[in-house]
């Protein structure tokens, strides 16, 4: 069991460009989640899947923001036009049906 | 929605000390979770705990759900122990809701 992981670790953007993250899940987790954390706040919760089927958005999730996870294994969260206020750490985390979530390393995004 | 709330915010300690951390929910749960999220921003998992009493070590965790509350317990505590806890619950939506956070400096 290698854990989620998430690609790639940092990156640094301008104001206005896209960016992709990827989230490789646990292999048998069924349900994937996006969250996102600012400074000094607890993550808060973004979209979800369960297998290949986005079940669940939060209306953080503004029309700029899209997420993927077409084979119900890896996903990937697209940010087009990106605004300083996107900067955060976007975390993957994964669980079986509704149980114990699995959390990733995080990708560090900061929009300049 | 739901609030979680953590208490302290804060935390110093002395190596070797105990510490009791707190999290308080306004609502009915299904599932809650004890986080720990180290300098680099990982988020490890500590308990999950949805009622009960659990131990790991020198950590243990204790939720009474019915009245919506669960304890963190850190017992002689290392440096390595530093950090922001976290404590999450789920209800019937599908998410997790976190607490702001117990930030805890361990000083040797």
């Known amino acids: 069991d290698t854990g989620v992981s998430q690609n790639p670790r940092h990156k640094i953007t301008k104001r206005g460009q896209n960016v992709t993250f990827r989230c490789d899940p646990i292999?048998?987790?069924?349900?994937l989640y996006w969250y996102r954390q600012t400074l000094g706040q607890g993550p808060e919760f973004l979209t979800y899947?369960?297998?290949?089927?986005?079940?669940?958005k939060s209306r953080l999730l503004s029309d700029r923001f899209s997420a993927e996870r077409p084979k119900g294994s890896f996903s990937t969260l697209e940010i087009q036009r990106t605004e300083q206020g996107d900067s955060a750490m976007y975390l993957c985390?994964?669980?079986?049906?509704?149980?114990?979530?699995?959390f990733g390393p995080g990708t560090r995004l900061t929009v300049t | 929605g739901i609030q979680v709330e953590q208490s302290p915010p804060d935390l110093i300690l002395q190596e070797g000390a105990n510490s009791t951390l707190r999290c308080n929910f306004s609502d009915s749960v299904n599932n809650l979770q004890w986080f720990h999220q180290n300098p680099w921003g990982q988020l490890i998992n500590l308990f999950y705990i949805p009622s009960g009493t659990k131990q790991n070590g020198r950590l243990s965790a204790t939720t009474v759900a019915t009245e919506r509350y669960s304890l963190l317990y850190i017992s002689s505590s290392q440096t390595t122990d530093s950090g922001v806890y976290f404590c999450a619950v789920k209800t019937g939506a599908n998410n997790l809701f976190f607490g702001t956070g117990t930030r805890l400096t361990v000083i040797p």
């Open positions: 985390a994964s669980s079986v049906d509704g149980y114990e979530q699995y």
């Open positions: 292999s048998e987790h069924n349900r």
């Open positions: 899947f369960q297998n290949e089927a986005q079940l669940e």
